[in-house]
């Protein structure tokens, strides 16, 4: 009779994120790049997505400028105002190549010429058609550090930083519909540089796996975020070679 063999927990791996071939396909930025040039109501939704996704840098930008918490939630929402109901995506300057650069350049361009007169607009009525919850956005600031970071220096660490977030949220949420929760609740510091002293086979022994199955799904995990954000970074440039740059610079402003 043969010796019972322990449950090594490969089949907890059956089903975990893993990462695939590398792609350039249409981007949410090209299609606003391409928006003077037929595709304006896909234009329209793909720079809404990108603003709602990346509205805090802004916010951050603004405070560190000196407004205040409402004139700064007020400057911000306006921006968004303007332009997304104005529709001036035809004038988006394709030279810019990067949206973060373009978004920042159009709020100093707003915050310059435009203030007063959508702030007029604005205290008499009408909708933003992107909301911004003050209270959150201010929480948020109050975390941020307190030593000398220039406004532009710390619209780009939270441009960084933000876009590590969605990334980290959108793997959690691959893993949670296939049921490694857990798997990646465990793992989750390997992935931000937070793991500390994190043993592998505790982690097995927590979930019934073996030392060497959790060593697979981090190195997975692992594959799977550096994929997610190589397609993020993707949604913001105009050309594939511009991905690594951006990486590069994504990782400087977290110094």
């Given at each position: 009779?043969?010796a019972?063999?322990?449950?090594?927990?490969?089949?907890?791996?059956e089903?975990?994120?893993r990462?695939g071939?590398r792609?350039?396909?249409?981007t949410?930025?090209?299609?606003?790049l391409?928006?003077?040039?037929?595709?304006?109501?896909e234009a329209?939704?793909?720079?809404?997505?990108?603003?709602?996704?990346?509205?805090?840098?802004l916010?951050?930008?603004?405070?560190?400028?000196?407004?205040?918490?409402?004139d700064?939630?007020?400057?911000?929402?306006?921006?968004?105002?303007?332009?997304?109901?104005?529709?001036?995506?035809?004038?988006?300057?394709?030279?810019?190549?990067?949206?973060?650069?373009?978004?920042?350049?159009?709020?100093?361009?707003?915050?310059?010429n435009?203030?007063?007169?959508?702030?007029a607009q604005k205290?008499?009525g009408?909708?933003?058609?992107?909301?911004i919850?003050?209270?959150?956005?201010?929480?948020?600031y109050?975390?941020?550090?307190s030593?000398?970071l220039?406004?532009?220096?710390?619209?780009?660490r939270?441009?960084?930083?933000t876009?590590?977030?969605?990334?980290?949220?959108?793997?959690?949420?691959?893993?949670?519909?296939?049921?490694?929760?857990?798997?990646?609740?465990?793992?989750?510091?390997?992935?931000?540089?937070?793991?500390g002293?994190?043993?592998?086979?505790e982690?097995?022994e927590?979930?019934?796996?073996?030392?060497?199955?959790?060593?697979v799904a981090a190195?997975?995990?692992?594959?799977?975020?550096?994929?997610?954000l190589?397609?993020?970074?993707?949604?913001?440039?105009?050309?594939?070679e511009?991905?690594?740059?951006e990486?590069?610079?994504?990782?400087?402003?977290?110094?």
């Amino acid at each position: 009779m043969s010796a019972p063999t322990r449950d090594t927990g490969e089949d907890a791996l059956e089903g975990l994120p893993r990462a695939g071939p590398r792609k350039f396909s249409t981007t949410r930025w090209s299609l606003v790049l391409a928006a003077g040039q037929g595709t304006p109501s896909e234009a329209h939704e793909a720079l809404s997505t990108l603003c709602r996704l990346y509205w805090y840098p802004l916010y951050a930008f603004t405070r560190r400028q000196g407004r205040g918490p409402e004139d700064a939630c007020d400057l911000v929402q306006g921006f968004f105002t303007r332009l997304l109901e104005k529709n001036d995506l035809a004038g988006v300057d394709r030279q810019r190549g990067r949206f973060r650069t373009w978004l920042l350049a159009s709020l100093k361009h707003y915050l310059i010429n435009e203030w007063d007169k959508e702030r007029a607009q604005k205290r008499g009525g009408g909708l933003t058609p992107l909301s911004i919850d003050a209270e959150t956005a201010e929480g948020l600031y109050q975390h941020e550090p307190s030593h000398d970071l220039t406004p532009e220096k710390l619209y780009e660490r939270r441009w960084a930083l933000t876009l590590l977030e969605h990334v980290l949220s959108t793997l959690e949420q691959e893993c949670a519909r296939l049921g490694r929760q857990p798997l990646f609740e465990k793992l989750r510091g390997t992935l931000t540089g937070d793991a500390g002293q994190l043993r592998y086979t505790e982690v097995g022994e927590a979930l019934g796996m073996s030392e060497g199955a959790v060593k697979v799904a981090a190195h997975r995990l692992r594959g799977r975020y550096r994929e997610l954000l190589r397609e993020e970074i993707a949604q913001t440039v105009e050309r594939p070679e511009d991905i690594e740059d951006e990486i590069r610079l994504l990782l400087v402003s977290l110094e």
